[in-house]
Nanobody
Framework: QVQLAESGGGSVQAGGSLTLSCIAS?????MAWFRQAPGKQREGVASIDNDGSASYADSVKGRFTVTKDNTKSTLYLQMNSLKVEDTAMYYC??????????????????????WGQGTLVNVSS
């Protein structure tokens, strides 16, 4: 059974930093972060493949960095300069090869192979 386990969420003041982690029970080619704020649709945040190619939503470019440790099947999201609007439940997911570059950023994207349970990030002003 495939498992994805996120950790690292918490409360932080605006301008602060957090690092999220996601451990997978296997070694997927592509992993991604999504988030869902209260009352809003889930949205793609960042993705990365086993070759290290990463992509980001415009809203987080320059502030968030996604990395992947292939030996540990672990995905990370370093979040800097956090804003109140970054407050959301953050989910780890594994993606199909063809979705890894940018398809996951489309509104209402729901084609991930597997999802984690989420970790909550709360940014206060």
């Amino acid at each position: 059974q495939v498992q994805l386990a996120e950790s690292g969420g918490g409360s932080v003041q605006a301008g602060g930093s957090l690092t999220l982690s996601c451990i997978a029970s296997y070694r997927p080619y592509c992993m991604a972060w999504f988030r869902q704020a209260p009352g809003k649709q889930r949205e793609g945040v960042a993705s990365i493949d086993n070759d290290g190619s990463a992509s980001y939503a415009d809203s987080v470019k320059g502030r968030f960095t996604v990395t992947k440790d292939n030996t540990k099947s672990t995905l990370y999201l370093q979040m800097n300069s956090l804003k109140v609007e970054d407050t959301a439940m953050y989910y780890c997911a594994t993606l199909r090869y063809m979705d890894c570059a940018d398809s996951y950023l489309r509104p209402y994207y729901n084609a991930a192979d597997h999802w984690g349970q989420g970790t909550l990030v709360n940014v206060s002003s």
